[in-house]
Each structure stands twice: as C-alpha cells, then as structure tokens.
C-alpha cells in the first residue's frame, strides 16, 4: 500500500509544487484509473446483456482515450491534460452510451456518470469552469430528457432484473466515486492546513522568542548605562573618603601619630568603611551580574525550613548594635520543603537586613513562616520608614532607592537580587507597605 502511494505521488512530480497540487495531481490519476477499471467493467456487462454493438464498445473506447493522456500528461508534467481528458471524456462518453440506449429508463441512469464533470472541474480547476462544465451536464441532461428514446441507436431490450443491476451501478458507482474524491480532496486539505497551522504556531512561538530576548537585550542595554553610571557614583563616595583619610594619615604620621592612637584609629577605620563598601557594592553587582546572564546554578535539596530561618535569624541578631532581635513564628504544621538553599539565603537574608535597616529605632522585626497544604509563605514584617506609594512600583528596579532612604546607606541591587533568587525557586516575591508604618514583604513559594 505504501509502495502504491510512493507511486502516485511521484506521479507529474515537481519539487516545486504546492501541497494542494500534489493532492490534485494524485487525486486525478486515482480517478482516471478507476474510470477506466469501471470502463471495463462496463464493456463486459453491456456485452453480457446486449451482445456486441456501439454500447459495448463506448465504455473500452473510454479507456483507450484516457489512458494515453495519464502517460502524456506525465511526461509532459502537465497534470492539467488529464484533467482536461478525464473530464471531457468522462462528460462525453457516458452521454453517447446513454443516446445509443434510448431513454433515461433504457440507459439506467447511465447519464449519471456526466456529473463527475463539473464535480471534477470544481476540484482542479476553478469555480467558473466548473459552471461551464455544469451547464453541458444539464443540456445533455435535458437532450437525453426531451429527445433521448428517438436516439435509441442500439435498440438493446433490456430485462428488469438487470435494468435494476444497471441502475444500481450507474447511480451507485458515480456517487461513490464523488463522495470518496471530495473526501479525499478535503482530508488532505484539512490535514494541510492543520500542517500550516501548527507552522503558524510554531513562527508564533518563534517570533514571541526573538521579541523577547530584543526586550531582554533592549533591557540589559538600559541596564548597562544605568549601571556604569550609578556604580562609577557609588565609588565615587567610599573613594573619597578613603582618599582624604589617606592624606590625613599621611599628615598624622609626618605630625607623629603615635601621639594620638585614637585619632588614628578612627581615619583607619574610616578607610576601611570605604573599602568594605566598595567590596559589598562590588559583590552586589557580581552576583547581579551573574544572575542576569543565567549563571547561578539552582541546586534544590530537601531543608529543615524552620531550623534554616533560626540560623540566619541568629547570625542577623548577633550583628544588631541596638540589640534587636528578630520575632519568628511558624504557622501551620512545620514540614521540609525542596528548595535551593544557597538562593533562599541570599534573598531572605536581604529582606531581614533591610527589615532592620529600615526601622531604626523602632519595634522588632518579624518573621513569619507559614506552612499551607499547597504553598509556603516567608513573611517579613517591619515597623520602620516604609515606602512611599508612588515609589512602590520601581521597588524590584536595580539602583532603585527610594526618596526617603538616602539617608541610610545601600545601593538599590538587593531587593532586584532577592527577586531574582527567589523566581529561581519558583517563587514570587510581593511586598504591602506604608510609609511611616512599615513592610511586609512576602516570599510565596
Ligand atoms: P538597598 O537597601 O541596598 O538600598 P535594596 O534593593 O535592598 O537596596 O532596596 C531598594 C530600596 O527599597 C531601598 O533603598 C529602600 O528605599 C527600599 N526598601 C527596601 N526594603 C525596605 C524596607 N524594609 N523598608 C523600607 N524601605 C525599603
């Protein structure tokens, strides 16, 4: 069956050729070989029933006509020849075997062949031919109607019995070959345009691909200025700083430092304030960096969440100078949760050192962790400076600082950081704020 169908389709082949011409090229040799099968079929019953005579030998006369043109056609690599062929003949012939009987009751209906004439136009050719084609169908409809038993040629009696097979066949056979050509014709033509649509879909995805790495690029363009000149601003400040208490070093050791420790002390702390923060800025935007061109690896394991938090908290509490502490609570019944542990750190511990960094002065941050039955929530709250509303939507932007923290040291690379690592474990981070009264932000995972 394959074989069969690897031949039909080499059948007027050209690279070139659409899929709906590959259809109708295949379609056309299909039924022209059928035709002419029945063509046989045909010139042996006519000569079962009527001995030999013009009806016995229209139907052979049929094949001898079709038959060449499938070969010419092929080698001309015109499949429209046969098309032309198949439907004269297929108009033509069954016209003259029905006149050589007489009357539509003599002939058994063989004029119902004819219609596979405009049936066949309107598949390989085009609409108006196919109009063309339909009017000849109705004028040897309406010869054979009016005028068809005064051309009874043959004379050929006919019994009932077998007038009923020849009905059956003539009715029959033709409707079955226009039902399974336009079957055929629109399976394959829904078939191709599922093929199309699926390629639609597939430049779709492909075009939403290119648009998003442009923004991206577009992005990280944006990106780049805002980074080169808000770093180069950052180091400005520590640089000064280390570079005036260097020259004031300078001073007090021409003057005899020794005599002063204290002083001393306190320009080489300064230099060393500076260059821890160059360091922390420099860090930051490392790991940005890194996050940014997809290098962070995400290396899930299963973690004690609760005994996680109680280690950072730890670790945060003891570098608090107003000896704050963080307030944990656990909602819900504690359990391990798959999470890349390396990431979680970085954003919580982000979160909780701005918690404290933002309320000076005021109550206990607090953390709290809430096991639901599908999500886990991360929450940490602070009664400190807030952020204004309008501010609000920038929040997660890289550099971004708001107008009410100048005052206190940072560089806006955090929160966009903690975002970023918590998306790695497929998390979302949200914040609820208020200037004045506090923030929340919450890490649902
Ligand atoms: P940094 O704290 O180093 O400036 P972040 O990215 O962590 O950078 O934060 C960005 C900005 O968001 C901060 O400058 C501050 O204006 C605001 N912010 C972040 N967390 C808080 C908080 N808990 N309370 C008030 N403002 C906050």
Request: net charge positive; glycine share 6%.
């Given at each position: 069956m394959n074989k069969l169908k690897i031949l039909i389709s080499k059948y007027c082949f050209n690279s070139l050729d659409s899929e709906e011409i590959k259809i109708a090229k295949s379609l056309i040799l299909i039924i022209s070989i059928c035709c002419s099968i029945c063509g046989l079929v045909w010139s042996s019953m006519y000569y079962f029933f009527f001995g030999f005579g013009l009806t016995t030998v229209l139907p052979i006369i049929f094949v001898f006509l079709v038959i060449p043109f499938i070969f010419?056609?092929?080698?001309?690599?015109?499949?429209?020849?046969?098309?032309?062929?198949?439907?004269?003949?297929i108009t033509m012939v069954p016209a003259f075997i029905q006149w050589s009987l007489g009357s539509i009751h003599d002939s058994s209906f063989v004029i119902a062949w004819c219609f596979l004439g405009p049936i066949g136009a309107l598949l390989f050719l085009n609409e108006k031919d196919a109009?063309?084609?339909?009017?000849?169908?109705?004028?040897?409809?309406?010869?054979?109607?009016?005028?068809?038993?005064?051309f009874s040629m043959d004379g050929a009696k006919v019994t009932e019995n077998a007038r009923a097979i020849f009905y059956l066949m003539n009715i029959g056979v033709p409707s079955i070959v226009i039902f399974s050509a336009t079957t055929y014709f629109l399976?394959?033509?829904?078939?191709?345009?599922?093929?199309?649509?699926?390629?639609l879909q597939i430049t779709k995805g492909k075009n939403e691909e290119i648009e998003k790495s442009?923004?991206?690029?577009?992005?990280l363009g944006q990106l780049k200025t805002i980074f080169v000149s808000t770093v180069?601003?950052?180091?400005?400040?520590?640089?000064?700083?280390?570079?005036?208490?260097?020259?004031?070093?300078?001073?007090?050791?021409?003057?005899?430092?020794?005599?002063?420790?204290?002083?001393?002390?306190k320009v080489t702390d300064r230099i060393t304030e500076g260059i821890s923060k160059m360091t922390d800025l420099m860090d930051e935007v490392l790991i940005f960096g890194k996050?940014?061109?997809?290098?962070?690896?995400?290396?899930?394991?299963?973690?004690?969440?609760?005994?996680?938090?109680?280690?950072?908290?730890?670790?945060?509490n003891s570098i608090q100078q107003d000896n704050r502490m963080i307030d944990f609570e656990i909602k819900g019944e504690a359990r391990s949760v798959y999470l890349d542990s390396k990431s979680l750190s970085h954003a919580l511990g982000n979160l909780i050192s701005n918690a404290f960094k933002?309320?000076?002065?005021?109550?206990?941050?607090?953390?709290?962790?809430s096991f639901g039955l599908k999500e886990l929530k991360v929450t940490i709250k602070d009664y400190g400076i807030g952020i204004p509303k309008a501010e609000v939507p920038h929040l997660f932007h890289p550099f971004f600082r708001a107008n009410n923290a100048t005052e206190?040291?940072?560089?806006?690379?955090?929160?966009?950081?903690?975002?970023?690592?918590?998306?790695?474990?497929?998390?979302?981070?949200?914040?609820?704020?208020?200037?004045?009264?506090?923030?929340?932000?919450?890490?649902?995972?």
């Open positions: 010419i056609s092929h080698f001309k690599s015109n499949y429209k020849i046969l098309v032309y062929a198949q439907l004269t003949c109009r063309i084609w339909l009017v000849m169908f109705v004028i040897i409809l309406g010869i054979t109607s009016i005028a068809g038993p005064t399976k394959n033509l829904i078939r191709q345009k599922e093929r199309n649509f699926d390629l442009l923004s991206k690029e577009k992005e180069s601003h950052q180091f400005r400040t520590p640089l000064a700083v280390i570079q005036s208490n260097t020259e004031l070093l300078e001073m007090l050791t021409n003057t005899g430092m020794k005599q002063d420790p204290e002083k001393y002390k996050l940014n061109s997809g290098n962070i690896q995400y290396s899930p394991e299963n973690l004690d969440l609760v005994e996680f938090c109680k280690i950072l908290i730890k670790q945060f933002y309320s000076q002065g005021k109550k206990n941050p607090k953390l709290i962790v206190i040291k940072g560089t806006g690379l955090g929160l966009s950081i903690a975002k970023e690592y918590v998306e790695i474990n497929k998390g979302t981070l949200t914040v609820n704020t208020t200037e004045g009264i506090g923030s929340s932000f919450e890490i649902k995972i």
